[in-house]
């Protein structure tokens, strides 16, 4: 007799270092994958969430994994995360035929993908599909040079999207790609502005080859990864109910990004404004930041500002002060 299995899972795990375009991707993928049950797990550096409130389609279950990093310190939590959906799937109270993992900009993606190896619960129900790395064409020189994680999400990509490329010239564009090249010879590479990719080089791709990433990483199925995270690198989060003044808020943006600018990897949030009844979506990277107008408030949701800085030195107290002189009086 032949005993069927059900096919497993196919996970894709999404990365890219911060600000990349990974949540636009993540949009992107839903926005167009109408007929699939998606489960989507994302972590989040800091310890507020802003990412899920910004990812698109109120009826996929949303995982969130804060205050930690996917790759180490949160680890157990995606084995929790994962396992609970295996259990409530096979007690028939829920159905997904796909999984999402949005990393932070901070993960090494080999441990995150090692999860589905070392776990036998887990390797029996998942296989990993791929791992889409995109990059900042804008930024990502910057951060090769300085940061090893950049160089992992690299090196250990089935596919990477070279995004932002409406920031950069023709002649960083080429010898960008010639560098990741050199760096990843086998992985598929893409073009993209806001993650515009067809579907179908990124999904249902079955390109993760374990045999081809122990080639990359000898140690990948080793269990005992340790990942040092750049200790100058901090995050910091402000909650405020107040209403904030824009004209301040965008006084200190200008003022800080011209003094700190090289050393904010990342700044995210969602604003508060007083005189202003949609949200206003915040996000920033190095010297560049931009605000939008988003939905707007619900009657019955709590109005507040939430505010994320990822960067390197920080100063808690002098960044704290700032913020609260932006509320209005
Ligand atoms: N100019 C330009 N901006 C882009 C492009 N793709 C994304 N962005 C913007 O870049 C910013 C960061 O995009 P996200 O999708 O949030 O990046 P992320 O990788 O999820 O960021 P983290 O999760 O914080 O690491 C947002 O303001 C996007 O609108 C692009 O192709 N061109």
Redesign the pocket.
């Known amino acids: 007799m032949t005993v069927l299995q059900s096919p497993k899972i196919p996970v894709t795990i999404l990365t ?12 992107r993928i839903l926005t167009e994958e109408h007929n699939q049950k998606v489960a989507i797990i994302v972590n ?1 550096y800091g310890e507020v969430g ?2 899920n409130q ?1 990812v698109v389609g109120a009826d996929e279950e949303i995982l969130e994994m804060n205050n930690g990093c996917i790759c180490c310190t949160v680890r157990g939590d995606l084995i929790r995360i994962l396992r609970t959906l295996v259990f409530s799937m096979e007690q028939g109270k829920k159905t997904f035929n796909r999984v999402f993992i ?1 990393t ?2 901070l993960a090494d993606p080999a441990p995150v993908a090692q999860t589905f190896f070392m776990d036998e619960l887990l390797s029996e129900k998942f296989e990993v599909d791929s791992i889409v790395t ?1 990059v ?1 064409s804008k930024h990502i020189a910057l951060h090769l040079n300085h940061h090893d994680e950049a160089q992992e999400q690299i090196a250990f990509a089935d596919v990477i999207i070279l ?5 950069v010239s023709k002649e960083t564009l080429s010898e960008l790609d010639r560098r990741i090249r050199q760096m990843n010879p086998t992985a598929k590479r893409f073009y ?4 515009n990719i067809e579907m179908e080089h990124i999904l249902g791709i079955h390109t993760f080859d374990v045999n081809h990433k122990l080639e990359v990483d000898p140690h990948f199925l080793d269990d005992h990864h340790h990942h040092d995270h750049d200790d100058k690198v901090s995050s910091i989060a402000f909650l405020e109910e107040r209403p904030l003044d824009l004209e301040k808020v965008n006084q200190w943006m200008s003022e800080l990004v011209q003094v700190k600018g090289a050393d904010l990897l ?1 700044y ?1 949030g969602i604003l508060n404004i007083q005189g202003i009844h949609e949200r206003l979506v915040f ?3 190095h010297m ?1 930041f ?1 605000g939008r107008v988003d939905r707007k408030w619900k009657e019955n949701e709590t109005r507040k500002s939430e505010l994320v800085f ?1 960067g390197k030195d920080l100063n808690k107290e002098e960044l704290e002060q700032q913020f609260k002189n932006c509320i209005a009086n």
């Open positions: 890219g270092y911060l600000g990349a375009g990974k949540t636009t991707l993540l949009n989040e802003i990412d910004l949005e932070t900009g995109v900042d995004n932002k490329t409406d920031l993209a502005e806001n993650c990342r995210k996000q920033g990277l560049l931009a990822i």
